[in-house]
């Protein structure tokens, strides 16, 4: 796949933090900051047999929308916790 490659530094807390999310959320670390970064993640080669019926596309955005607000919450209540 060609394409551009973007870097950054993080400290070394920063990315082990952003390792154990990706692990959590059952993504590689490259998808992760993708996402996060609101890009569309690149997902493994099979990912191309993924099809969203027609008309599923609104109640998909709204399960992300509900996955992501549930994800902060969870890491605002881990924050506020440590």
Do not use: C, W
């Amino acid at each position: 796949m060609a394409g551009a490659t973007i870097t950054f530094r993080v400290e070394e807390s920063e990315h082990v933090d952003f390792v154990a999310r990706a692990a959590r959320e059952k993504v590689n670390l490259s998808d992760y900051i993708r996402v996060r970064l609101g890009l569309r993640s690149l997902g493994s080669e099979g990912d191309d047999d993924v099809q969203i019926e027609p008309g599923h596309e609104q109640s998909l955005q709204l399960q992300l929308a509900d996955h992501e607000a549930r994800l902060l919450a969870l890491e605002a209540d881990r924050r506020a916790g440590s």
